[in-house]
């Protein structure tokens, strides 16, 4: 027990916080929570994204924000609004190369001020993109807001599982609901064969979901269609002609 209490008026006007998890990095993270926030945003809800990623702030590129918010006569941050979702990143505040090498207790400091100084206004969720791991950014994320539930994120790769279920035991601490594993990253299929191959390996999101009793939300292919996506700053997930934007758009309507 960290004697830190979630507090329920933290974010007043927010129905909904879903922390998006990973037990490291690079596994497509990021990505999910961009095209989960975004595919919720298109089933008509109204969505704040917000990036905690502090190490490495990718969300605003993955939605091709690169303006500055605003401030209120107050002094309080107006959210850059982005597909009709509202977002706040790390990245808007640091310099463009500013490597961020704060430690545990700035790290804490800067983002209990991002929540309090934000104008998020009225929300049915808030999505946010945790950094990878169990460490400082996550504990003090779990304390400070009230997150609703979790959404964890592995590839089939049996590191990757071991890892996410690092992240499930720190949820388990904290008493964050985990709403359920996605699994990313799962098959290719091979454009010029249409063959199916499993790059890193088959089923381990499925068999994580099992053993630990959680739900499966979906599995989202290897597609460079997610990439160029994520590069572009158009989440693929709005994309009503691919079908990786289907699953993903299931995914989406599976969390919410
Ligand atoms: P993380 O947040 O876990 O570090 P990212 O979301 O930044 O991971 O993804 C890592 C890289 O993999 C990015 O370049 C991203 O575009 C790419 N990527 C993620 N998911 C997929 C996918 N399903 N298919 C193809 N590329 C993906």
């Given at each position: 027990d960290t004697g830190v209490d979630a507090d329920e008026q933290v974010l007043p006007g927010v129905e909904n916080i879903i922390?998006?998890?990973?037990?490291?990095?690079?596994v497509g993270k990021s990505t999910i929570a961009v095209n989960l926030a975004a595919g919720l945003s298109e089933m008509g809800a109204r969505v704040g994204l917000f990036d905690a990623d502090v190490y490495g702030p990718n969300v605003p590129r993955m939605v091709d924000a690169d303006e500055r918010p605003q401030a209120t006569q107050d002094e309080r941050l107006i959210p850059v609004e982005k597909f009709g979702m509202k977002l706040m990143s790390m990245d808007f505040l640091v310099g463009e190369d500013d490597p961020v090498i704060w430690r545990g207790p700035m790290v804490h400091k800067v983002l209990t001020q991002l929540w309090e100084d934000v104008e998020w206004g009225s929300l049915d969720y808030m999505v946010i993109d945790l950094p990878p791991g169990t460490g400082d950014t996550q504990l003090s994320m779990l304390q400070t807001v009230p997150v609703s539930g979790s959404v964890i994120v592995t590839t089939p790769q049996e590191v990757a599982v071991d890892d996410a279920r690092k992240g499930l035991e720190m949820f388990g601490k904290h008493e964050t609901p985990v709403l359920g594993i996605v699994e990313n990253m799962s098959t290719f299929q091979c454009p010029d064969c249409g063959?199916?191959?499993?790059?890193?390996?088959?089923?381990?999101?499925?068999a994580f979901a099992d053993e630990s009793d959680m739900p499966f939300l979906g599995s989202i292919p290897i597609d460079p269609a997610v990439r160029e996506g994520g590069d572009d700053g158009k989440p693929v997930v709005l994309d009503e002609d691919s079908e990786t934007g289907e699953a993903l758009r299931e995914f989406a309507a599976e969390t919410a």
């Open positions: 922390a998006v998890a990973s037990g490291k990095g690079g063959s199916e191959h499993h790059i890193f390996g088959e089923g381990g999101g499925q």
